[in-house]
């Protein structure tokens, strides 16, 4: 019975929560957030629901003895250190949604390295992964190309139908912005997917390239509406922003990479597509897509039961074995 | 540059040797055959094309130094241990097509596990893998179940069009032979797709279920043309066989698994497809269906590049870190 810490209480720690509280081998033994608003209440009172089964929100790390964490609550690699060397001094192994950790040697490469050695002497195993990146953008095309021998070109395609998500993901996305206002966003750096680059730099490392820091072309645009469009935040006009469209490129020693999300609401034809392209060409569809919101929860779940079994270090999905669906009851 | 051997010259040990010939980090120190006819040849050679470059076939391992060595001699696991053993002692690595070896506790735990412990004292690694058993209806639908929390029901069609696939393997299906024939070489266990039930009992694994031997029910069955087929053997005639359909099921612990395997000639429609079902259902497609012939040979030597970097034992693909296609020449 593995004995779990939730830190982050955002939609992705509140459901890991409550997915670990379903779990008859998974034992949640502490919640944490800063929050004094959360602090005091259970997974399922945060959820809006009532009362509820489980530990309660503390705002520092119980003492309670624990096997691993699942820290949710950041983008940034060097903002989720200090949790990291928290549970790393109380030998705790960590799966994180932290979005630049999936590959931080892109971004951090020296703090990476430093973090691997501070993993191996504390003995315990470190890993950042989730849905994209960590799987769809990056994991599964490498999974696929096992299956030949040499690839010269990738191409990713992820296709959100953002009309069929909750509503902080559609705010998220720019719906009902003016253009004006999501390009002010965009030169501030306040929308856009986190971990696109990162995904371009894993995917490269499991094809046998390095992408170094600045490397990968990242590019935002606005999707706009050509009609009227329902959403959450209420009618999207002709003309507003109905989502957007994050690309990333990169090219080095024989191999160029494509990667390509669309998250916008009235998107038809969701689904993620890889294609290898090289001697013996090679295609993958997932129909419909990839389920975000519930699928980084599985991802963070799922690992909970393997990375007490993987060396200690800062790992990657490069370094780990397979996190099937275990749950049994 | 890692040194590699290849035992067994057969098509997919021919084709490993030539591919590991054009890539320029990894060097083929010796090809293995006991066949008097092969011995002597070099690579090239035994593919019907000019001298060639390479060593050429020994009956027996030669005693170069090597790092790992492909092995694909055999789809039985008992009689693939004394060439294991052998390689153990001289502290070279394993990678094998060996159908049963892919999970090899199903028909022989004991031996298994005494494998393994050889292997860790050996300081080596040895995994058995391929197309299938070792992707397509096993280790795929395990990553794509990462996405999920848990599945109820997997079910994975694997669709080849023999068609355009080369002669031994439209013989090996059963390409004009009558159903009677069919039925004979059935009823004495030499037709029909090896390692179906060990990806039953990998996937189960993957899924934290335990599948012992002798539950899986693996049904075989002929495929009729009801027309003119042509074939590399002739023209498959009305009545005559085109192909056959292998199956697998098992059911316990809340989980139900179907595996179809259709190989046949007048399949247009060739494709795998991998369907969870669960709290949320995922579906893959590979349009075309994984390439049989290239892939089994990818998937070996992809696997030479990872297995120095893994733990010691007999692993499986649970075990692993994902093997990308590195090659970069």
Redesign the interface.
């Known amino acids: 019975m593995l004995r779990v810490i939730v830190i982050g209480m955002g939609p992705i720690g509140v459901n890991c929560a409550k997915?670990i509280l379903a779990?008859t081998d998974l034992q949640l033994v502490g919640l944490v957030d800063l929050d004094p608003a959360k602090v005091g209440k259970t997974a399922d009172e945060l959820d809006g629901l009532g009362h509820g089964a489980g530990p309660k929100v503390t705002a520092n790390i119980p003492d309670a003895p624990a096997d691993v964490a699942i820290v949710a609550t950041t983008s940034k690699f060097d903002r989720v250190v200090p949790t990291l060397r928290e549970l790393m001094s109380r030998k705790i192994h960590v799966v994180s949604s932290c979005e630049e950790m999936a590959w931080p040697r892109y971004l951090h490469p020296e703090l990476a390295a430093e973090i691997d050695a501070e993993a191996k002497r504390a003995g315990v195993a470190l890993l950042g992964t989730g849905?994209n990146p960590g799987?769809v953008m990056d994991?599964?095309p490498?999974?696929?190309?096992?299956?030949?021998?040499?690839?010269s070109n990738v191409k990713v395609i992820r296709r959100v139908d953002a009309s069929k998500r909750r509503l902080p993901l559609q705010a998220k996305v720019g719906a009902t912005m003016s253009v004006q206002q999501f390009n002010h966003l965009k030169s501030h750096g306040k929308i856009g997917h986190m971990g696109i680059a990162e995904s371009v730099a894993m995917l490269a490392a499991?094809?046998?390239?390095e992408v170094k820091r600045g490397e990968v072309r990242v590019m935002l645009e606005a999707l706009v509406a050509d009609g009227e469009i329902p959403s959450l935040l209420g009618t999207i006009h002709r003309g507003q922003v109905r989502g957007m469209r994050n690309t990333a490129h990169w090219t080095g020693?024989?191999?160029t990479i494509d990667l390509d999300l669309i998250m916008a609401l009235g998107e038809n034809d969701a689904q993620d597509s890889v294609e290898?392209t090289?001697p013996?060409p090679?295609?993958?569809?997932?129909?419909?897509g990839?389920?975000g919101d519930?699928?980084t929860?599985?991802?963070l779940?799922?690992f909970v039961r393997v990375l007490p079994n993987c060396?200690p270090g800062l790992k990657t999905?490069?370094?780990?074995?397979?996190?099937?669906?275990?749950?049994?009851?």
Chains 1, 2 share one sequence.
């Open positions: 997915q779990d849905v799987f994991f599964l490498i999974v696929l190309s096992s299956m030949v021998t040499k690839v499991g094809l046998g390239r020693d024989g191999l290898l090289g013996t090679l295609k993958l569809l997932i129909p419909g990839t389920p519930t699928a929860v599985a991802s779940v799922n060396s999905m490069l370094d780990v074995p397979v996190a099937g669906a275990r749950r049994v009851s």
